[in-house]
């Protein structure tokens, strides 16, 4: 375990290797079958609502239609914020809009919240200004596969692995020598800050130096 700040990072986030293949696992993390999408954070909800109108055309019609009844997020059985799934499989907030993405892509999941967010469309919702803003999608998305947990005044930074996902993503990240922390480099700036991530890749390094990753 590395301690940084606040912070207790597993050592599998800076020793295993990943790089998301989504040439091949199609988005498999959006749409892996299960009751509740991805865990939101309090201050995130707002901004669920507030994109809905923006990416609304890019969604599945089963999509909308679960919007319409359900919300863009609910509290699961543990009571904390996720993300709304249709018939216990895709999120709710996944397109498959295969005439606008390149031939490796076409049939894959994709967010249509990220979606908007690179094309800028962000810049008609009030407060926003060209298309800038940190919301690309939730956080426990942007960060995937890790998982954040609060442990008392700490909060552990843990590798998530499911039985049968993201295999391809071991098998690219060995390819081409990529680590999980390095994978999710965006989101844990975004999340911890550059000065914390700048601190973790000093650990990695050192820890490669004796052997330990």
Aim: net charge negative; proline share 5%; aromatic share 8%.
């Amino acid at each position: 375990m590395v301690h940084i700040g606040d912070t207790l990072v597993s050592e599998d986030v800076l020793s295993e290797a990943f790089c998301c293949d989504l040439s091949v696992c199609k988005g498999n993390c959006c749409n892996s079958e299960g009751e509740s999408g991805a865990p939101l954070d309090d201050d995130e909800l707002q901004a669920m609502k507030e994109v809905i109108p923006i990416v609304w055309d890019d969604l599945t019609p089963r999509g909308q239609k679960t919007l319409r009844e359900v919300g863009p997020y609910f509290k699961d059985k543990a009571g904390d914020w996720v993300t709304t799934v249709v018939d216990g499989h895709d999120c709710v907030f996944c397109t498959y809009n295969d005439a606008n993405v390149d031939a490796p892509l076409k049939g894959a999941c994709l967010c249509a919240i990220e979606k908007a967010f690179r094309e800028g469309k962000f810049s008609t919702l009030p407060g926003y200004r060209d298309g800038k803003t940190p919301f690309i999608k939730p956080i426990s998305c942007q960060l995937y596969p890790i998982r954040l947990k609060k442990i008392g005044e700490y909060t552990a930074v843990n590798y998530d692995q499911q039985p049968g996902m993201c295999g391809c993503a071991k098998k690219l990240g060995r390819k081409k020598g990529m680590h999980i922390y390095k994978c999710v480099r965006d989101g844990l700036i975004r999340r911890f800050g550059e000065e914390w991530y700048n601190e973790l890749e000093i650990c990695a390094k050192e820890m490669k130096k004796i052997g330990m990753i």
